[in-house]
C-alpha cells in the first residue's frame, strides 16, 4: 500500500482538511501516479454538499487530475515511469458490455467505477485528485502532449471530454450555430472547442461581465440571458445548444431558440429535475439530450485536438488551503474559468 496525503471533507458543507488515504500496491497493468494539479469541478461541490445522493464520508474529491508515472505493474505496457499523463472521472468500467467494448465506458451497462465517490473491483471506496498519488489501471490513464503543460492539462480531463464529447458527436462544424449557455468552468471550454471544430459560437450568459473573455476565447456572438430580448432576437437560431449551468433554468425558452431539428444537449447537472412543455420540442421538431464525460479513446482524441489547435483552459492555480474558498467563489460563479490546485501545498 502507498500512502498519499489528501484533502478530504467529512460532511455537506464541512470544511476540507488534510489527512492521509491509502492507494493499493501496484496489480500487474496499474500504473502509479505523482500527481501535480488536480482541477476543481462543480461536479466536486454537488457531491461533496450531498445533493446528488448520498455520500461516503470522509470524501476527496477531485476528478481533472495530471502528473507523472512514478511506478508501473509488471504487466503495464502504454506507459513507463516519467510519463506525463492524466486521469478523468472514472478509473475502470466493466470492459465487456457493448458500450465498453465501442470505447463508450462512461455508459458501461455495470457502471464505470467513478473516480472518487465510487467502489472499486476490489470492494474498496476509489478517492479522487485531491491527492498526492493515485493508482489506477492503464486502460483508463491519458496521455498528455508535450506541448500542454501539466496545471492547464488538468481540467482538459472533464471540462474538455464533457464538452468536445457532444460537440463531436452532434456535429459541430463549419456551417453549423453553436450556443453554449453558462460560461464557467465547462462553457469557456465548450467555446473554444466548437470554435475550434469551426462552427459559430454564440455564448449566452446571465449578463455581459465576461463578454470580452469570451470573444477571445473564440466566440462570435455574446448575449445576456438576463435580457428579454435575447430570446426573442436568438428565436429559432441555432442547429445545437450546449447547456453547461449547474442549476435550474426554464427549459422552454431555451428550446425556443433551437432551429428545425436542433438540438439542445444538457451536460449541466442540477440536483433538481428540470420540467419540460413538450409542445416546445414538437414544433420545431427538437431534441433534448443529456452527455456524460466521454470515453477513453474520445478522451485521447480530444487532448490531442486541444494540443493540435493550442486549446488550453484559463485558469486560476490555487493552494491546498484555498479549497473551501475556491468552492464558495465557483457557487458565486466567481470562476476565471477553473481553480486548479497545486498538488505540491497539500
Ligand atoms: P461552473 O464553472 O460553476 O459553471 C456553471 C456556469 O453556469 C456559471 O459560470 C454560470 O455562467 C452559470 N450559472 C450558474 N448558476 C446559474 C443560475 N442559477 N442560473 C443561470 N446560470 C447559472 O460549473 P462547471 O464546472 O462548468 O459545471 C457545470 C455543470 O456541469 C455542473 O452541474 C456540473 O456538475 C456539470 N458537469 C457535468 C458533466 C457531465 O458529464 N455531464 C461533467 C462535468 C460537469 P454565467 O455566469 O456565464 O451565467
Ligand atoms: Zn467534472
Redesign the pocket.
Known amino acids: 500500500m502507498y500512502t498519499a496525503k489528501a484533502r478530504a471533507v467529512d460532511g455537506p458543507h464541512q470544511p476540507f482538511h488534510a489527512t492521509e488515504i491509502k492507494r493499493r500496491n501496484l496489480d500487474s497493468h496499474d500504473v502509479l501516479i505523482e500527481i501535480k494539479y488536480s482541477g476543481i469541478?462543480?461536479?466536486d461541490i454537488?457531491t461533496a454538499h450531498g445533493e446528488w445522493g448520498e455520500v461516503n464520508y470522509p470524501l476527496v474529491p477531485g476528478h481533472e487530475i495530471a502528473g507523472v508515472v512514478s511506478d508501473v505493474g509488471p504487466e503495464v505496457t502504454k506507459y513507463k515511469v516519467g510519463d506525463r499523463v492524466g486521469v478523468g472521472?472514472m478509473v475502470d468500467s466493466c470492459g465487456e458490455c457493448e458500450n465498453c467494448r465501442r470505447g463508450e465506458e462512461q455508459y458501461c451497462h455495470q457502471g464505470n467505477v467513478q473516480t472518487y465517490g465510487g467502489v472499486d473491483k476490489y470492494g474498496e471506496p476509489t478517492q479522487g485528485g485531491y491527492s498526492t498519488h493515485i493508482v489506477v489501471t492503464e486502460d483508463f490513464v491519458l496521455r498528455i502532449p508535450d506541448n500542454i503543460e501539466l496545471d492547464v492539462a488538468a481540467p482538459l480531463l472533464?471540462?474538455g471530454i464533457?464538452t468536445y464529447s457532444p460537440l463531436n458527436h452532434w456535429n459541430a462544424g463549419p456551417g453549423k450555430k453553436v450556443a453554449v449557455?453558462?460560461?464557467?468552468?465547462?462553457?469557456h471550454m465548450a467555446v473554444k472547442i466548437a470554435h475550434a471544430m469551426g462552427a459559430e459560437v454564440t455564448?449566452l450568459?446571465?449578463?455581459l461581465n465576461?463578454k470580452e473573455d469570451g470573444l477571445e476565447f473564440g466566440a462570435e456572438n455574446y448575449y445576456a440571458?438576463s435580457e428579454k430580448e435575447t430570446f426573442e432576437t436568438l428565436a429559432g437560431s441555432f442547429d445545437l445548444i450546449i447547456n453547461?449551468?449547474?442549476?435550474k433554468?426554464d427549459m422552454d425558452a431555451y428550446f425556443s431558440l433551437l432551429n428545425l431539428d436542433g438540438s439542445l444537449v444538457n451536460?449541466?447537472?442540477?440536483a433538481e429535475p428540470l420540467s419540460v412543455n413538450v409542445f416546445s420540442l414538437i414544433g420545431h421538431r427538437r431534441s433534448f439530450a443529456?452527455?456524460?464525460?466521454g470515453g477513453i479513446r474520445e478522451t485521447q482524441e480530444m487532448l490531442d485536438f486541444c494540443a493540435e489547435h493550442n486549446i488550453v483552459p484559463k485558469i486560476e492555480v490555487i493552494s491546498a488551503d484555498q479549497i473551501d474558498e475556491a468552492y464558495t467563489r465557483?457557487?458565486d460563479?466567481d470562476?476565471k474559468?477553473?481553480f486548479v490546485i497545486d498538488v505540491s501545498t497539500i
Open positions: 469541478c462543480h461536479s454537488h472521472c472533464c471540462a464533457t449557455v453558462g460560461m464557467g468552468g465547462l462553457g455564448v450568459s446571465r449578463t465576461k440571458t453547461t449551468v449547474s442549476a433554468l451536460v449541466g447537472a442540477p443529456g452527455s456524460l464525460i465557483v457557487l460563479s470562476v474559468y477553473r
